[in-house]
T-cell receptor, first 111, second 114 residues
């Protein structure tokens, strides 16, 4: 069975501080992993994806994530938060023809 | 630019009404999905389709049906809307799940059932 756990439904950081959003997955097969971002009243857009190439994946808007098989984790980071990063973030795993999403983490950036 | 278009951004319906949510993609994708998004529950899969006239139940299909008569169009139908179906509905498409098959989402349809 496939599942995704996002630790922390709400995360607050100060502008300029490190952003760390946690994602752990379980998958019976080598997974493809994704991070999506959702701005208010919009659909989801892809931030980055892991497809079994490099374990450190760089995405848009300065975000990156590292795939750690031993820890079954795919945490999302950004060195310096910007006000425009305030949004909901979803981690997802796709072992095949379906996608499984975490429950999301709402990121607040404090000026 | 790739696009998934959902016909209605906001709808208000009454209990018992039939509701159609339309979704069109212009990327020639084989796979299309309908998700429901609720606070604290994330995205839950209602139905998906991997080809024209094909459909598969997701995690929460009860109270919903779907139609895919053309490759680019995937419709979600609420035969008799109920208040517990008040939610945000997201349509998505993908070429193939996996390597190149990330999901592309529409803007969402926020449905309120009174």
């Amino acid at each position: 069975a496939q599942s995704v756990t996002q630790l922390g439904s709400h995360v607050s950081v100060s502008e300029g501080a490190l952003v760390l959003l946690r994602c752990n997955y379980s998958s019976s097969v080598p997974p493809y992993l994704f991070w999506y971002v959702q701005y208010p009243n919009q659909g989801l857009q892809l931030l980055l994806k892991y497809t079994s190439a490099a374990t450190l994946v760089k995405g848009i808007n300065g975000f990156e994530a590292e795939f750690k098989k031993s820890e079954t984790s795919f945490h999302l980071t950004k060195p310096s938060a910007h006000m425009s990063d305030a949004a909901e973030y979803f981690c997802a795993v796709s072992p095949g023809n379906q996608f499984y999403f975490g429950t999301g983490t709402s990121l607040t950036v404090i000026p | 630019d790739v696009k998934v278009t959902q016909s209605s951004r906001y709808l208000v319906k009454r209990t018992g009404e039939k509701v159609f949510l339309e979704c069109v993609q212009d990327m020639d994708h084989e796979n299309m999905f309908w998700y429901r998004q609720d606070p604290g529950l994330g995205l839950r899969l209602i139905y998906f389709s991997y080809d024209v006239k094909m459909k598969e139940k997701g995690d929460i299909p009860e109270g919903y049906s779907v139609s895919r008569e053309k490759k680019e169009r995937f419709s979600l139908i609420l035969e008799s809307a109920s208040t517990n179906q008040t939610s945000m509905y997201l349509c998505a498409s993908a070429r193939l799940a996996g390597v190149s098959g990330e999901l592309f989402f529409g803007e969402g349809s926020r449905l309120t059932v009174l």
